[in-house]
T-cell receptor
Framework: AQTVTQSQPEMSVQEAETVTLSCTYDTSESDYYLFWYKQPPSRQMILVIRQEAYKQQNATENRFSVNFQKAAKSFSLKISDSQLGDAAMYFCAYRSAWGGGTSYGKLTFGQGTILTVHP | GAVVSQHPSWVICKSGTSVKIECRSLDFQATTMFWYRQFPKQSLMLMATSNEGSKATYEQGVEKDKFLINHASLTLSTLTVTSAHPEDSSFYIC???????????FGNGTRLTVT
């Protein structure tokens, strides 16, 4: 079974600064997807960024980028130029790329990191 | 983009009663939907996988008779919390898969309070 670990229960950052959230995972599979989701106080799950394991290039979405280290099974999220609206709980998640079975699409989440942004 | 509608967004019920939560895919067919439970400031814990036309697959430790899941059509899955008790109070979120290589789409969640 796959596991996802976020070792930082809480992080804080000053507005306009950069912060990095850590995530490690364990799997025996070679093909999979990794995600970062943001959950603001509204509790809506918002996809921040996604990485396919077969791609060596790190994914980037505007101010959000990842550092994907497949051999180390590490998937950190960097938020640049932090904004007050970035304050939320962030979840790292794993999904198998295997397309068979009734559990296709199942996400395994890390424990989450609460990010506070100080003005 | 794909939209998942979850209803109700919040519900208060008395202990011993049953509550039904609906999860609908509005503009796509979802053969598989997932139900998660989340306590405050904690992660999402998968409760069960709902497959259209077949029995749901429950995660270890989840009571099948307590949390009834029905996926009668390609656009609707329901979670019924039977004989609810205060410890069932939580935030329940559904999600659906649209197809290969696509990210999950989440409903807005349901906050259940059992008094």
């Amino acid at each position: 079974a796959q596991t996802v670990t976020q070792s930082q229960p809480e992080m804080s950052v000053q507005e306009a600064e950069t912060v990095t959230l850590s995530c490690t995972y364990d799997t025996s599979e070679s093909d999979y997807y990794l995600f970062w989701y943001k959950q603001p106080p509204s509790r809506q799950m918002i996809l921040v960024i996604r990485q396919e394991a077969y791609k060596q290039q790190n994914a980037t979405e505007n101010r959000f980028s990842v550092n994907f280290q497949k051999a180390a099974k590490s998937f950190s999220l960097k938020i640049s130029d932090s904004q007050l609206g970035d304050a939320a709980m962030y979840f790292c998640a794993y999904r198998s790329a295997w397309g068979g079975g009734t559990s296709y699409g199942k996400l395994t989440f890390g424990q989450g990191t609460i990010l506070t942004v100080h003005p | 983009g794909a939209v998942v509608s979850q209803h109700p967004s919040w519900v208060i019920c008395k202990s011993g009663t049953s509550v039904k939560i609906e999860c609908r895919s509005l503009d796509f067919q979802a053969t598989t939907m997932f139900w998660y439970r989340q306590f405050p400031k904690q992660s999402l814990m998968l409760m069960a996988t709902s497959n259209e036309g077949s029995k749901a697959t429950y995660e270890q430790g989840v009571e099948k008779d307590k949390f009834l899941i029905n996926h009668a059509s390609l656009t609707l899955s329901t979670l019924t919390v039977t004989s609810a008790h205060p410890e069932d109070s939580s935030f329940y979120i559904c999600s659906a898969v649209t197809g290969d290589n696509s990210p999950l789409h989440f409903g807005n969640g349901t906050r259940l309070t059992v008094t």
